[in-house]
């Protein structure tokens, strides 16, 4: 599933790829509903309008227009892509847009946990109520954060990947991120140390940084908007690498299974 590093990129290359200038011609809609109902509609209202950039809240990409955001969700393999000559539709495109210059934009989703929506700017607020802070904003507060984490009883890997208290982390980067600080993904959130926090906020930017600048982690079916596969899956130190041997201190990496998702770490280097 896309984390932080991959919408980042996405929206990037998005943001290259449109050109702020033209406007939307035409929706096409080639089914009635993705994860949820397509608001067509709403979306076709905003034809005669240009998206004058494209952001990131989250692991939502929003297309900005002059009152709108197109809100977009690539739930586990959705992916955007720009077609100059688009007449032959793909398996699992789902919806497309058209540029004043004839340059198309299709959502491609096979497993169809994406979805689209259209919000008001002065609702954008409401509707992102319930998320907790963006990790790569400076002026996020992680001393408050700290205080947080520190009252809470779930394990520290479970707190780092609720987006109701920090943004942008899955499965992935929460493992990742504690190897790097070296604090066990079992240890409760409570138990971390002020000192270890600093640490993990520390490796936390670093890691997703460095991820946008290696293109995303590519773990099954993970394309950009330019159709690149990411590179920073070369760089996992204990993702996915169960019985393999720690980089650092050679012992086996160790894998539990915890609130329903894979967890990787090495029993010796994270305490
Ligand atoms: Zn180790």
Same mark, same amino acid.
């Given at each position: /599933? ?9 929206? $990037? ?8 200038? %033209? ?13 949820? %109902?397509?608001?067509? =509609? ?6 005669? @309008?240009?998206?004058? +950039?494209?952001? $990131? ?13 197109? !809100?977009?969700?690539?739930? /586990?393999? &959705? ?5 100059? *000559?688009?007449? !032959? $539709? ?9 540029? +004043? ?6 959502? *491609? ?20 109520? &319930? ?5 790569? @904003? ?22 780092? #990947?609720? @987006?109701?208290?920090? !943004? ?19 240890? %409760? ?13 520390? *490796? ?9 600048? =290696? ?10 908007? #330019?159709?690149?596969? &990411? ?6 130190? !204990? ?15 160790? #894998?539990?299974? /915890? ?10 280097? @994270?305490?």
């Amino acid at each position: /599933m896309p984390e932080l590093p991959e919408v980042e990129v996405v929206c $990037r290359e998005l943001s290259d790829l449109i050109p702020k200038n %033209k406007s939307i011609a035409n929706w096409d809609f080639y089914r009635p509903d993705i994860r949820f %109902k397509i608001p067509k =509609k709403k979306l076709q209202n905003l034809c005669g @309008q240009p998206i004058t +950039a494209v952001r $990131r809240r989250a692991k939502y990409i929003l297309f900005e227009l002059r009152e709108h955001f197109i !809100v977009s969700h690539l739930g /586990m393999t &959705g992916s955007w892509r720009k077609e100059l *000559n688009f007449s !032959v $539709r793909g398996k699992h495109d789902h919806l497309s847009f058209e540029l +004043a210059d004839g340059s198309h934009f299709i959502f *491609n989703d096979p497993r169809r946990f994406g979805f689209i929506e259209v919000v008001e700017k002065g609702e954008l607020g409401k509707r992102f109520a &319930g998320l907790g802070v963006e990790p790569l @904003q400076p002026e996020t507060d992680f001393e408050k954060l700290t205080s947080i984490f520190k009252a809470l009883k779930s394990p520290i890997k479970t707190a780092l #990947m609720n @987006q109701k208290l920090i !943004v942008g982390i899955g499965n992935i980067y929460a493992s990742e991120i504690l190897y790097a600080s070296r604090v066990s993904p079992l240890k %409760k959130a409570s138990k971390v140390t002020r000192e270890q926090y600093g640490l993990i906020w520390k *490796n936390t930017r670093v890691i997703l940084e460095k991820a946008i600048s =290696k293109g995303g982690s590519t773990i099954e079916n993970y394309k950009s908007a #330019m159709g690149e596969s &990411g590179g920073y899956q070369d760089e996992f130190f !204990v993702y996915g690498r169960e019985q393999e041997l720690c980089r650092i201190c050679h012992n086996p990496i160790k #894998m539990k299974v /915890m609130a329903g998702r894979s967890t990787f770490w090495c029993a010796s280097c @994270q305490k």
